[in-house]
């Protein structure tokens, strides 16, 4: 009787392992492509991630980069202070994106040029994503809302 007790103790914890471990494979493989990395233009000219790699890149929309082709077709740069990416977006842009502002774009490096699938701007005068704000801040351009 003890030792049919311990052999089903055991065989509960062998079983319940092994649901644990499935069950770790199984979420992290449904979270594959669900996670993206985020990186800064500087980042990206320093180490240029592979072309099929999905990953959010964010800083400033460059000065006077932004050109708008046929379509829904846009181009502009992102910049960070210390790199510039050139990036094409097709579809419709935020509201509130423009020129001088914070983004956060996802995409693929395929060329030299950032292929955004989604590109997100803003939402209000004083929002900035806490890494491009980071990134930024390493580069010595950030400046706090309400300062000159």
Request: hydrophobic share 40%.
């Amino acid at each position: 009787m003890r030792n049919l007790k311990k052999k089903r103790r055991i065989q509960v914890i062998v079983l319940a392992a092994v649901a644990l471990t499935a069950s770790t494979a199984l979420i992290g493989y449904g979270m594959r492509d669900g996670i993206n990395f985020f990186r800064a233009p500087s980042q990206i000219v320093a180490e240029p991630p592979s072309p099929n790699e999905v990953f959010r890149i964010g800083g400033l929309v460059e000065e006077g980069s932004l050109m708008r082709g046929q379509g829904k077709t846009v181009r502009f740069s992102v910049t960070d202070g210390g790199a510039t990416i050139p990036v094409v977006f097709t579809g419709v842009l935020p509201d509130l994106f423009d020129e001088k502002q914070g983004m956060v774009g996802t995409g693929s490096y395929v060329n030299g040029v950032f292929e955004a699938t989604e590109i997100l701007a803003k939402h209000d005068e004083t929002y900035m994503p806490k890494e491009v704000v980071d990134a930024l801040k390493e580069q010595g351009v950030y400046v706090e809302p309400g300062e000159s």
